[in-house]
């Protein structure tokens, strides 16, 4: 996707602070949505008698339409309008929470998440673009980017709390309510403050590949929530090959379009296509573990979910402590020993998780493996990115960025619909074998937690194989450019 900027104007605009204010708004709502609903699940599934395949595509259907629509999201707020599209996004981002807080069935609540997803792939994109040209260049532009960038690294955890929060004092509906208050303070800041600026030169979209995209990965990861049933059954292996067959073709069309989607030479460096690969197994793992570690919280430890949310901090916390160090071993040790290593560490953290019971204690076999999880992501977070954006042509810059943050998200997805079947196994042998409730859902979350570390060992491998040769080595001296390189892209980070 080709990023075409204005030059910067000679007399700053003195709303430019307030603009910064609005953009980084919208990046907390639209990270925060992909995990305050964690929180509010167990409530809402009870209130409304969700099957725990329906319980997941209450985050697939966020993440997967929101993942997959990226790509297209940032061409529309290039050639449509940023402001335009920012506005949009958050007026449907909004309706959409009201309809999914007001939600009577399971089939509503999933619908209205899918719609979320559609509007932030919207909205996402917009934000980012909407800064870069507000701060094209100097001093403040990296203050208003350290801003953005620090708020969608904690939109995550204030998700958690803030989803803990309304969902002990007040409705688990409030989680998606309360969108309601960011999408009128988004509106007015943006008529008030935000500037209108687009590209020029062209409009295309690539709307074949756009379907083929989203089909196939819709019709893969539902394959993948039927492999519960069994992995034989004639239903899902249709829906798996032809979720595979769609994206085959997406390949083909890709390959022919004068305006790809995603234009395949940024994938087809080895090292880049690695780091993709890493992006989506750490997006696996957060959301899948973050979903269980939830429902074992409150469902067996019986923490209340402010205490869950709370709890669950201790990863996140973790993270943040870890991050500094791991940006200084950057430049000495390099991107492939940190992204090797880093996944192994986090690895060891989800095998401690494998031993919840089912009347044990947060502190003693939660708290520890949390912290180790949360320093081993630590080291694959700082580099991961820069890897993949290093060396990108100018005019791919946007494509391969809205490629990092997709991959997390359809990884995401994808694994979610994984564990999910992992964790129904586990269950129902459990469950056979003539052990509790309790301790048959515990014996799911253990068996989720272990398919999250197999994961993390496939991304250390990937790291090891893949970040071989003169970009792994090169990357040091050329990632302290690779933030401005980020900054120039409009695609959604988080």
Known sequence: MSVLLPSPPTVPDPRRWWALAVIALTQLVVVLDATIVNVALPQAQRELELSDTERQWVITAYVLAFGALLLLGGRIADYWGRKRSYM?????????????????????????????????????????????????????RGTAFAVFGTVAGTGAAVGLALGGVLTEFADWRWCLLVNIVFAV???????????????GGGDGYDIRGTL???????????????????????????????????????????ARAAQPLLPLRIVRDRARAGAFLIQAAIGAVYIGMTLYLMFHLQ??????????????????????????????????????????????????????????????????????????????IAFVIIPVQNVALVGVDHHDAGAAS????????????????VFTTVYLGAVERSAA???????????????????????LVVAAVIAATMLRGPRPAAAPDQLAAAPDQLAEVPAHIG
């Open 88 to 140: 949009v996004g958050m007026l449907g981002f909004g309706l959409a929470s009201v309809w999914g807080g007001l939600a009577q069935s399971g089939t509503e609540l999933i619908a209205a998440r899918g719609l979320q997803g559609v509007f932030a792939a919207l909205l996402a994109p917009a934000a980012l673009a909407l800064l870069t040209v507000t701060f094209p260049a100097g001093r403040e």
């Open 185 to 199: 303070v988004g509106l007015v800041g943006a008529l008030l403050f935000v500037s209108e600026s687009r590209v």
């Open 212 to 254: 083929a995209v989203t089909l196939g990965l819709a019709a893969l990861v539902y394959g993948f929530t039927l492999a519960g049933t069994g992995w034989t059954e004639p239903d899902t292996l249709g829906f798996l090959a032809a979720g595979l067959v769609l994206l085959a073709v997406f390949v083909r069309i890709e």
């Open 299 to 376: 469902i067996v430890l019986g923490l209340s979910p402010l205490l869950a949310g709370l709890a669950s901090l201790a990863m996140t916390f973790a993270t943040m402590t870890t991050a500094p160090v791991a940006a200084r071993l950057l430049p000495t040790r390099g991107p492939r020993v940190l992204m090797t290593g880093g996944p192994l560490i986090a690895a060891a953290g989800m095998l401690w998780l494998t031993f919840v019971t089912a009347d044990g204690s947060y502190w003693t076999e939660v708290f520890g493996g949390l912290v180790v999880v949360g320093i081993g």
């Open 402 to 417: 809205a490629l990092v943050n997709s991959a997390m998200q359809i990884g995401g997805c994808v694994g979610l619909s």
């Open 433 to 455: 074998g003539g052990d509790g409730r309790v301790a048959a859902l515990t014996e799911g979350h253990s068996a989720v937690f272990l398919a999250t570390a197999v994961t």
